[in-house]
Nanobody, 120 residues
């Protein structure tokens, strides 16, 4: 079983910055893709950014150039640096991790979500 713990959300003014963190723990053999999603009230959950095991990254058009995803394989962790935040970035942010357990079974786990609110 794999657990994800997120941290770093909060209230920030437009133009401000936040850094989200997500740490995976449990029966992990390897991690492939790590990603951040977000869901605003009344909206579908959307992919914000992803990073592969080789550190290839991908971003939603709406955050390209403002957000940076990174990972620390030694800590089984993924981060999302969010700069130049806008009110429309307000949402609950979820991390998602895909990989293999110690039994070589594939897992796909979600974090509990962390609220990001951008408001003056």
């Amino acid at each position: 079983q794999v657990q994800l713990v997120e941290s770093g959300g909060g209230l920030v003014q437009p133009g401000g910055s936040l850094r989200l963190s997500c740490a995976a723990s449990g029966s992990i053999f390897s991690i492939n893709v790590m990603a951040w999603y977000r869901q605003a009230p009344g909206s579908r959950r959307e992919l914000v950014a992803s990073i592969s095991s080789s550190c290839s990254t991908s971003y939603a058009d709406s955050v390209e150039g403002r957000f940076t995803i990174s990972r620390d394989n030694a800590k089984n962790s993924v981060y999302l640096q969010m700069n130049s935040l806008k009110p429309e970035d307000t949402a609950v942010y979820y991390c998602n991790v895909d990989g293999l357990t110690l039994l070589r079974a594939r897992f796909n786990s979600w974090g509990q979500g962390t609220q990001v609110t951008v408001s003056s």
